[in-house]
């Protein structure tokens, strides 16, 4: 028995039932049994309470007491409008939109929905939604309002009524009309009755969007709805907002319906790369005749990419030469400077005349993209023909997402540097007492000449090439450097510069000397240092001070063999030879001492080759590298037994020793 709102006594005899049980079955209770009240009405919304009442009755038609069994209808879940689509546009795609700044753009949004008509009918259909962070997740959670600014600053939200036929009646914001119908025109009897599901679309006019300077280049904004059946309106029951779950209660992870959201590339064109207006230079050619450079500009706001283009001087030239002739013909100073002029004037000339509009255009065909690619990176490595002697212009573009293309950035100049490399110079060298004073006579001009290198060794060098002698003893900046003055023969008088080289250590080796100039830098001009070709090699010396050494190891000697040690030279001095000399001495009465030249040696050629020449000869000739002195055996004849041993230096100074 049922009681809707009425009360039954549990001492009626004979109750109410809405349907006599027939053949029921138990449930899975034991001693429980299930029934169905087909009558029940649910409520329309929110819920309805029903009380059960279940009495007993035995075989022998007695009824037992009333038991009450509450029961709380709850009305069906409010039927969800649907969003299908959602879209920021522009209201004028083809722009123009200036470069970002200021950074705010005012966009159209496009929201399509729908709404089941063929089970329940809307009242009214509310939308929210909010400006996000673009690639990134959009918020799950529906706002409080229908933003229209970026900055999300509280707003209602969109209110959306409904006839019963689903004609939209009213939109307090933007416009809204039905889809797959066509609007009655001004007159005509309203649209037909909704026969099941209807699509609509919503436009909002004018909201403001702010694009961020810097990644991710776009703005996005999320929309969310729920709907208000008519038969909920005495108690404004709308579905929920989103999130919505979808998944089964209990089941982790949670599954949510997804956010309706839209996400739109910023439509104004990038920044003009700001480039500086100079004149660049690449590295030296290489091995391939290619000069290397790098350009580098710095980001602009809103790019995605950059764009490089090059043109060389003589194409801007060849655009601009004739037409700036015509243009001015009795005015010389409007014409294109000559390429006599420096890389820095004729830079900053066509500079001046990219910067006007009406010459850009003529030149823009002497333009072409030097990447084909669109570069990600702020630079890009250049690649000129090493041999070039005039300028070549860059200059960048950038891009964005929408691929819209900037103007492009003033011209930045590069060029392929050169050395200044002097003549040759000339190499006079001097001896003294306290080294080796080395003269130098310039072929180059000085102007062009910032000064020299010295190089010096002892070993006979292989070629003249200065490469082969390691690091200069001197260069062009040594504090050491003085000017010289050198008459010539036939009148003039040559300038130059001279340094003295102190030598610690004097000896019998051969000094060889070279010297190279080294040019003037010229930035303006690309120009930097470079080194001339060597000098021809001078050799010189810087001989012992005293005369030659020589003395016996052995006094007195064991004969007939004579030790002695010397400090001669034992090889090859071109100053000349040094020579051994032995002399037998014998005492004629009324005379004097007489001497007798027994044996001459050239010390540089000596034959110290097995078998050994009879005596006298020399043996077990030994020199120390270090100090320059030999040590040396003179084996006499048995005849020899008194004389006179001399030795002279290449310079012809003379030592004698007598046994």
């Not at 049994?33 to 007993?56: C, I, K, M």
């Not at 309706?260 to 003009?272: G, L, Q, Y």
């Not at 230079?281 to 290397?292: G, I």
Request: charged letters at 20%; a negative charge; aromatic letters at 8%.
């Amino acid at each position: 028995m049922a009681e809707h709102g009425k009360f039954l006594s549990e001492k009626s005899y004979q109750p109410y039932v809405t349907r006599e049980p027939e053949n029921e079955e138990p449930g899975a209770d034991t001693g429980r049994f299930h029934y169905v009240d087909p009558e029940l009405e649910l409520p329309l919304f929110g819920s309805a309470p029903t009380r059960y009442f279940v009495a007993g009755i035995d075989i022998f038609g007695r009824w037992s007491a009333f038991r009450e069994i509450p029961h709380t209808g709850l009305a069906i879940s409010p039927q969800r409008p649907v969003i299908h689509s959602i879209k920021l546009a522009l209201p004028n795609p083809d722009g123009p939109y200036p470069p970002p700044a200021p950074a705010d753009v005012s966009v159209n949004l496009e929201i399509e929905f729908s709404w089941e008509w063929s089970d329940r009918r809307a009242a009214q259909i509310q939308l929210a939604g909010q400006f996000f962070t673009a690639k990134t997740t959009p918020p799950p959670a529906a706002p409080a309002g229908f933003s229209i600014h970026s900055n999300n600053a509280p707003h209602l939200v969109v209110t959306i009524a409904f006839d019963l036929d689903g004609n939209p009646t009213s939109c307090d914001l933007g416009t809204v009309t039905r889809l797959a119908d066509v609007p009655p025109a001004p007159g005509d009897p309203p649209l037909a009755p909704a026969p099941a599901l209807i699509q609509y679309r919503l436009v909002v006019e004018n909201l403001t969007a702010v694009f961020p300077a810097g990644d991710p280049h776009a703005v996005a904004y999320a929309a969310y709805i729920r709907g208000l059946e008519r038969v909920r309106v005495p108690v404004v029951e709308f579905s929920p907002w989103p999130p919505i779950l979808v998944s089964p209660p209990g089941v982790t992870p949670e599954v949510f319906l997804p956010t309706a959201a839209s996400e739109m590339p910023d439509p104004r064109r990038p920044a003009v790369v700001s480039l500086p207006a100079e004149v660049q230079f690449t590295a030296f050619p290489d091995a391939t005749k290619k000069a290397r450079g790098r350009l580098s500009w710095p980001a602009a706001a809103n790019a995605l990419g950059y764009i490089v283009w090059e043109a060389s001087e003589t194409a801007l030239r060849a655009a601009l030469d004739q037409y700036l002739k015509d243009q001015f013909p009795a005015d010389d100073s409007r014409h294109l400077l000559p390429l006599s002029a420096t890389l820095v004037e004729r830079a900053t000339q066509l500079r001046d005349l990219l910067a006007q509009e009406e010459y850009a255009q003529l030149s823009a065909k002497a333009f072409a993209r030097y990447t084909k690619d669109l570069l990600t990176a702020t630079s890009v490595e250049l690649e000129l023909v090493g041999s070039s002697e005039i300028l070549t212009v860059f200059r960048v573009s950038s891009v964005n997402r929408s691929n819209l293309e900037s103007d492009k950035s003033g011209p930045v100049f590069f060029a392929v540097p050169r050395l200044n490399r002097p003549l040759a110079p000339n190499l006079a060298l001097k001896p003294n007492g306290a080294g080796v004073e080395v003269r130098v006579l310039g072929n180059s001009p000085a102007a062009t000449t910032a000064g020299y290198r010295v190089y010096r060794m002892r070993k006979t060098p292989f070629s003249s090439d200065v490469g082969s002698k390691g690091a200069p003893v001197f260069l062009e900046t040594d504090a050491g450097w003085q000017a010289f003055t050198q008459a010539m023969l036939n009148g003039p008088t040559l300038s130059g510069r001279k340094i003295l080289d102190p030598l610690a250590g004097r000896s019998w080796k051969p000094l060889y000397y070279q010297v190279t100039a080294v040019g003037s830098p010229d930035a303006a001009r690309g120009l930097y240092a470079g080194e001339s070709a060597g000098s021809p090699t001078r050799e010189t010396y810087f001989p012992p001070e005293t005369l030659p050494l020589l003395e016996k190891t052995e006094d007195p000697p064991v004969l007939p063999v004579l030790r002695l040690r010397t400090d001669i030279p034992f090889h090859p001095v071109s100053l000349g030879p040094a020579q051994i000399e032995l002399f037998s001495t014998e005492f004629t009465p009324g005379v004097g001492v007489q001497k007798t030249l027994l044996q001459q040696w050239k010390a540089d050629v000596l034959d110290l080759e097995m078998p050994a020449p009879p005596a006298p000869r020399i043996e077990n000739l030994n020199t120390d590298p270090l100090t320059g002195i030999s040590t040396f055996d003179l084996v006499l004849d048995a005849a020899t037994t008194a004389g006179i041993v001399r030795v002279t230096d290449p310079l012809g100074r003379s030592t004698s020793v007598i046994f």
